[in-house]
C-alpha cells in the first residue's frame, strides 16, 4: 500500500521569497506522484505531475517539483512567491496497478505575506 | 466550458434524510470518483467508477452508494446520513482509467448533517 506525508500543514513565506512545500511517499512499487492546488472556495486543480518520466517536472504558475527515489521525495518548489499563491496544496500517490485510487496527503496551507 | 458540476453546493439536512449529490462532467470521461475532504485529513476517496455500470468502493465507502447509470452522470447518495458526514465533498472525473490522467474537479459541496 502506499501514503504520502506532507510536512507542515501551514507555511507562511513573504513575497518574492522561495516557496517549498515538503512531500514524502511510501510506495513498494515505482509510484505516479501528483501536486494539486485548491484556491479558496474552489475544487482541486492539477498542479504537476510525476509518471515516470524526467525526475525534474515543472507544472503551471511556475512551480516544479523533483522525484528523488533515495529520499522517498516530491517537494514543491517555486522560486519567487507572489500573492496569488496562496492556497492549499495537496501532494497525491498512486500505482500503475492501483491507478484507481489516489492517495491524498493531508494538504499544506500556503500564506504570502506582503 | 468543459466542466465537472456538483449540486447543491451548499446543503444543511438532518439525521436520517436521504440525501443525494449529484454530479456531471460534459467531457465524455470514463472515470469518475467521489471525495470527502476533513480538515487534517486531506482527501479521502469514498467511490469510484471506471465506466457505465462499474463502480467500485475508496477508503471510507461506509454510509454511502453511488450508481453510473449514464456516462457524464455520478450521483452520491446518503441514504440515512448521521453528523460523522458532515464534510466537503468532490467529484473528479478523467479521461481513462489511467494512473497518469489528470482529475478535473468539481467544485464541491458542502454538507451539514445536523
Known amino acids: 500500500a502506499q501514503s504520502v506525508t506532507q510536512l507542515g500543514s501551514h507555511v507562511s513565506v513573504s513575497e518574492g521569497a522561495l516557496v517549498l512545500l515538503r512531500c514524502n511517499y511510501s510506495?513498494?512499487?515505482?509510484?505516479?506522484l501528483f501536486w494539486y492546488v485548491q484556491y479558496p472556495n474552489q475544487g482541486l486543480q492539477l498542479l504537476l505531475k510525476?509518471?515516470?518520466?524526467?525526475?525534474l517536472v515543472k507544472g503551471i504558475n511556475g512551480f516544479e517539483a523533483e522525484f528523488k527515489k533515495s529520499e522517498t521525495s516530491f517537494h514543491l518548489t517555486k522560486p519567487s512567491a507572489h500573492m496569488s499563491d496562496a492556497a492549499e496544496y495537496f501532494c497525491a500517490v498512486t500505482t500503475y496497478s492501483s491507478a484507481s485510487k489516489i492517495i491524498f496527503g493531508s494538504g499544506t496551507r500556503l500564506s504570502i505575506r506582503p | 466550458e468543459a466542466q465537472v458540476t456538483q449540486n447543491p453546493r451548499y446543503l444543511i439536512t438532518v439525521t436520517g434524510k436521504k440525501l443525494t449529490v449529484t454530479c456531471s462532467q460534459n467531457m465524455n470521461h470514463e472515470y469518475m470518483s467521489w471525495y470527502r475532504q476533513d480538515p487534517g485529513l486531506g482527501l479521502r476517496q469514498i467511490y469510484y467508477s471506471m465506466n457505465v455500470e462499474v463502480t467500485d468502493k475508496g477508503d471510507v465507502p461506509e454510509g454511502y452508494k453511488v450508481s453510473r447509470k449514464e456516462k457524464r452522470n455520478f450521483p452520491l447518495i446518503l441514504e440515512s446520513p448521521s453528523p460523522n458526514q458532515t464534510s466537503l465533498y468532490f467529484c473528479?472525473?478523467?479521461?481513462?482509467?489511467?494512473?497518469?490522467?489528470?482529475?478535473?474537479f468539481g467544485p464541491g459541496t458542502r454538507l451539514t448533517v445536523l
Open positions: 510506495s513498494s512499487v515505482p509510484p505516479y
Open positions: 473528479a472525473s478523467s479521461l481513462r482509467r489511467h494512473v497518469a490522467d489528470t482529475q478535473y
Open positions: 510525476y509518471t515516470s518520466a524526467a525526475t
